[in-house]
């Protein structure tokens, strides 16, 4: 099995296990978090996911029925929306931190040298750089 499915599927299980959300819920409540109060178009959440577009629906969903995200009309183009994290996911993101983070170390980051660390790092800089164009 390739190794990056196979640290998902055990931070999943982590996840899922500590704060009840799958990874990719974790993902996006992160990414939206990082939009900050002003909240993130689904689009551009899009952009940020590796869902597809109906995991995307599914996902937000089910993360505005748990409270942990909110919509609002969006105030420069009434007809779009904008997600934001209300404090119940701000919380729920905290709180599970500490678990995502052990979670990466144990399954992933651990099992590689500090050299290893330094080149995956400057790898995937040069390839999020080029992306940017």
């Known amino acids: 099995m390739v190794g990056s499915v196979v640290v998902a599927r055990a931070m999943d299980r982590d996840l899922q296990r500590q704060a009840g959300l799958a990874l990719a819920e974790h993902h996006l409540l992160a ?4 939009a900050g109060e002003q909240g993130i178009r689904p ?3 899009a952009l940020g996911s590796t869902l597809t ?3 995307l629906t599914r996902a937000v969903d089910r993360l505005e029925a748990l409270g942990l995200i909110g919509s609002r009309v969006c ?3 009434a007809r779009g929306q904008l997600l934001a994290l209300t404090a119940k996911g701000r919380q729920k993101l905290r709180r599970a931190a500490p678990e995502f983070f052990r979670s990466v170390g144990q399954h ?8 290893e660390t330094e080149t ?3 790898a995937f800089e040069r390839i999020a750089a080029a992306d940017r164009g």
Not at 31 to 34: A, G, M, P, R
């Open 31 to 34: 990414i939206i978090n990082e």
């Open 43 to 45: 689009t551009d959440l």
């Open 53 to 55: 577009k109906s995991g």
């Open 75 to 77: 105030p420069t183009d």
């Open 108 to 115: 992933f980051a651990d099992h590689l040298t500090e050299r």
């Open 120 to 122: 995956l790092a400057t």
